[in-house]
């Protein structure tokens, strides 16, 4: 399979995403499996993972039902609070879903930059691996040090970061985040997410060689068997005008790797993370 390990499902309500500001137009509508259809077919991939894009356990449960009655949803990775006093019960009952493969918290719009290293957080991260779930990583570039102290907490705890933790391209920004990704790659149960790039870039005046020195970050530190491709769609919408022109950026950066190295990018490493089977 040809797996996009990051993409995004929503029914538009204006006050359940209070997160869509003015400049996000594009996404103000319904983005469903019957419009994703057509751009996974653009690139030709075969699946795609179904990520959490608001924080309620309804959203999850809807996610849930999309991907039982659409074959192409291979894995769900939703959310739940990892706070609640009865977090393995609801971990429980989550993990029963053949399709619920992971969960997220949007931990990049937490006032507090240490929110994910609190007592009350990190003991819902503790009950994940117990029911075979694993955990995305959702946070901005300022967040690597304490990501790299939460997996260090968790060795036994496969981990994925997501967008490759959202460095600030636009501004050219390199140095710090390129240390602390590297700090992350060095844990083997960490995974990388070539994803969400080109929203990190000026919208209206990316260049393909603005991403070059971030991708040649991610691929030297974790190498082939630990990144895997996502599109980020719709919100790659923002800055694109479809789904094959972002996924180009990867391919054409990926143009050198060897067959095997190329198919674990996109599609073999996300099937071997979420425990995705061949239908």
């Not at 399979?1 to 996404?27: S, T």
């Not at 985040?177 to 060095?186: D, K």
């Not at 005008?241 to 790797?257: C, K, Q, S």
Request: net charge negative; hydrophobic share 45%.
């Amino acid at each position: 399979m040809r797996i996009d390990a990051h993409q995004h499902f929503w029914r538009y309500d204006p006050e359940l995403y209070g997160w869509m500001d003015e400049r996000m137009g594009v996404l103000k509508r319904d983005y469903l499996p019957t419009d994703l259809a057509s751009e996974l077919a653009s690139f030709g991939m075969t699946a795609s993972v179904a990520v959490q894009a608001r924080q309620d356990d309804e959203e999850t449960q809807w996610l849930l039902e999309l991907a039982a009655e659409q074959p192409s949803i291979a894995a769900v990775v939703g959310w739940t609070d990892l706070r609640a006093d009865d977090v393995d019960e609801r971990l429980e009952r989550l993990a029963r879903h053949p399709r619920l493969k992971g969960v997220r918290h949007v931990l990049q719009d937490e006032p507090d930059d240490g929110f994910m290293l609190r007592e009350d957080f990190t003991r819902g991260i503790g009950c994940l691996a117990r029911h075979g779930l694993t955990y995305d990583i959702l946070i901005y570039a300022r967040h690597l040090p304490a990501a790299v102290e939460l997996v260090d907490r968790f060795p036994n705890q496969p981990f994925v970061v997501d967008h490759i933790a959202k460095p600030r391209i636009a501004d050219a920004e390199l140095e710090a985040w390129a240390e602390g990704m590297r700090r992350l790659a060095e844990r083997p149960h960490v995974a990388c997410k070539v994803s969400g790039m080109i929203t990190e870039a000026r919208w209206d005046g990316w260049s393909p060689r603005d991403f070059t020195p971030y991708l040649d970050v991610v691929f030297e530190a974790f190498g082939e068997d630990r990144l895997m491709f996502g599109s980020d769609w719709p919100v790659c919408l923002l800055a694109c005008d479809g789904y094959a022109t972002m996924a180009n950026i990867v391919d054409e950066y990926a143009g050198g790797l060897a067959v095997d190295a190329k198919q674990k990018l996109f599609g073999a490493n996300a099937a071997a993370f979420y425990g995705i089977e061949s239908p």
